[in-house]
């Protein structure tokens, strides 16, 4: 699709419609697109090395934060290099929050129960993107391993609504994509400029 990926340069400046790469070379651009990872807030009381990369909270195997007995942390607020399939840590992602908040339940409730709680293991279900109208992407374990395009689209399009809560909002959600798919009409990827204010008596 055109798309060409520069992995491991750093960008330094952006200038004069130029990005500037760390390694001095330049790519021309009239547009800049600036992302960024999620950080997360820190808490009076805590220590720093209670903080891994990006501060998230360093857990133990049962998502409870190191040198405490009663705080748990879960999501992306925490991280753990104890999962053997994850030495650095697990992805931020939907998946390993509802995960790590469903074995965490069922801990409490063995720990309540004077049992042993059981650690946390990421059970990884893959994972998708969808890139444009009937493009998708999709790596997923066993013996699929990758999808793309039209397939992939459809395969993201039924995960996601199956993922949903209730046939209700699963309905709701499948007749918006539906409206927006043959209208094109995408109401949420609106951009809204700043207008000039109505002065009075007009
Ligand atoms: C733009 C974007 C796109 C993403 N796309 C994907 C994707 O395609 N697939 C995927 O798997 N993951 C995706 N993620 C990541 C995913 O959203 C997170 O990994 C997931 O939501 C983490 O769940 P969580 O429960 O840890 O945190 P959250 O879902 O962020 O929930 C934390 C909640 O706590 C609330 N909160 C915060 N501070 C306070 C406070 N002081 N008091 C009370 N409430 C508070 C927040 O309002 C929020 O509702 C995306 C994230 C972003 C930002």
Redesign the pocket.
């Known amino acids: 699709m055109g798309v060409k990926i520069r992995l491991g340069h750093l960008v330094k400046d952006y200038l004069d419609d130029t990005v500037i790469l760390a390694d001095g070379s330049v790519i021309p651009a009239k547009t800049l697109i600036r992302t960024a990872g999620?950080t997360g807030?820190t808490f009076a009381g805590l220590e720093p090395d209670d903080y891994g990369k990006g501060k998230r909270l360093f857990v133990d195997p049962f998502n409870r934060l190191y040198r405490y007995s009663n705080i748990y942390v879960?999501?992306?607020?925490?991280i753990t290099t104890a999962d053997p399939g994850f030495p650095y840590g697990h992805?931020?992602?939907?998946?390993?929050?509802?995960q790590?908040?469903s074995r965490l339940a069922k801990n409490l409730l063995l720990i309540n129960n004077g049992e042993k709680p059981a650690p946390f293991i990421y059970k990884d279900k893959g994972?998708?993107?969808i890139i444009s109208r009937n493009k998708a992407v999709a790596d997923l374990p066993g013996t699929v391993r990758n999808l793309d395009g039209f397939v992939a689209w459809l395969a993201w399009i039924f995960v996601h609504l199956m993922s949903l809560i209730n046939i209700r909002n699963k309905l709701t959600t499948f007749l918006n994509w539906l409206q927006a798919y043959f209208t094109k009409d995408q109401p949420l990827r609106m951009i809204v400029k700043p207008g000039k204010a109505a002065s009075h008596g007009e």
């Open positions: 999620v807030m879960i999501g992306d607020t925490c992805p931020q992602l939907a998946q390993v929050a509802m790590q908040g994972s998708m993107a």
